[in-house]
């Protein structure tokens, strides 16, 4: 995947690899308290709201909306040209877990807020980084 732009890879540990070996399979996963129904992202030991550590995997839709968003228009890295759109996305199963990532497969002054978008995913080594993408016809579920 030679024509793919340098990235920083995560550090694959115990309580995160679930996160980024998600994309193997298409889907996206965040950490659920199994007592509660609460997302945690980014993961953490303990439930925040009733402090349970009952926690696994739980597939989302991978559906949300963009809340806010900027375009990078400074070159940081070789290969990872700008102008490229850096966005904190709302998951629609949860809009108080936002998750800061690239829109792709759009142009930058395309992107706005409100904006309905789907994941995907590119593979980097045994990583799988999530994106998000407009949402075909613009409606989200």
Same mark, same amino acid.
């Given at each position: ?57 739980? @597939?989302?839709? +991978?559906?949300? *909306?963009?809340?806010? $968003?900027t375009i990078n228009h400074q070159p940081w890295? /070789?290969?990872?040209? %700008? ?27 395309? @992107?706005?807020? +409100?904006?309905? *978008?789907?994941?995907? $995913? ?7 980084? /999530?994106?998000?993408? %407009? ?7």
């Open positions: 995947m030679a024509d793919q732009p340098f990235r920083v890879l995560p550090r694959l540990e115990p309580d995160t690899e679930f996160f980024w070996k998600s994309g193997e399979d298409g889907k996206l996963r965040f950490l659920r308290c199994n007592a509660d129904g609460t997302f945690l992202h980014p993961p953490a030991p303990v439930c925040p709201k009733c402090l349970g550590r009952d926690l696994s995997p739980a @597939v989302v839709s +991978g559906r949300g *909306v963009v809340a806010t $968003f890295y /070789p290969g990872l040209d %700008p102008p490229y759109v850096i966005a904190i996305v709302e998951i629609d199963e949860d809009p108080s877990v936002r998750f800061t990532c690239n829109i792709v497969n759009c142009a930058p002054e395309d @992107v706005s807020v +409100g904006m309905p *978008v789907q994941v995907v $995913f590119e593979q980097y080594d045994d990583v799988w980084l /999530p994106f998000f993408e %407009p949402v075909a016809g613009g409606a989200s579920s």
